[in-house]
């Protein structure tokens, strides 16, 4: 017998609740088709015309293609690496990346590998990561 009114009780309040959720989304629609109501007329009112996107300027001895490809090209890429890794030695590898936020991140850690591994980096495991020194 205490069972079944336990049962009877969780059953009650799971109508209970479900109607109560019920009555508060139809509360929000309510609200949402008023506010739409009324701001369909201030919508059409407030359009402007939209701002004219920023142009970046090339020098006369750099195109767009040279530019992208200066991102890409590997050398170019490698002796960026080179840099950063010379002006802070013992650099985290995992804060190279953020560095170079424009190159993918798989890309970027073949490189550094294969430059661990030509001679022109030193590489130090230390827990997750690696410490780069320049040679």
């Known amino acids: 017998m205490f069972w079944f009114i336990i049962l009877l009780l ?16 139809r509360e929000i629609h309510a609200e949402q088709e008023l506010a739409a109501a009324h701001n369909v007329p201030a919508q059409e009112t407030e359009k402007q015309p939209a701002a004219a996107p920023q142009m970046t300027v090339f020098d006369s001895g750099s195109s767009p293609e040279t530019v992208a490809q200066k991102r890409t090209d590997p050398t170019t890429l490698e002796k960026t690496i080179l840099e950063e890794v010379t002006k ?30 030509n001679g022109k980096l030193k590489r130090e495991k230390k827990s997750s990561s690696y410490l780069l020194y320049p040679v």
Do not use: C, H, R
């Not at 969780?10 to 989304?25: L, M, R």
């Not at 590898?93 to 850690?109: G, H, I, M, R, V």
């Open 10 to 25: 969780v059953i009650g309040a799971g109508f209970y609740f479900y109607q109560k959720i019920i009555s508060i989304e």
């Open 88 to 117: 802070q030695a013992g650099i985290k590898q995992t804060d190279l990346y953020p560095l170079f936020a424009a190159t993918n991140k798989k890309q970027l850690q073949k490189l550094i590998k294969e430059m661990a591994d």
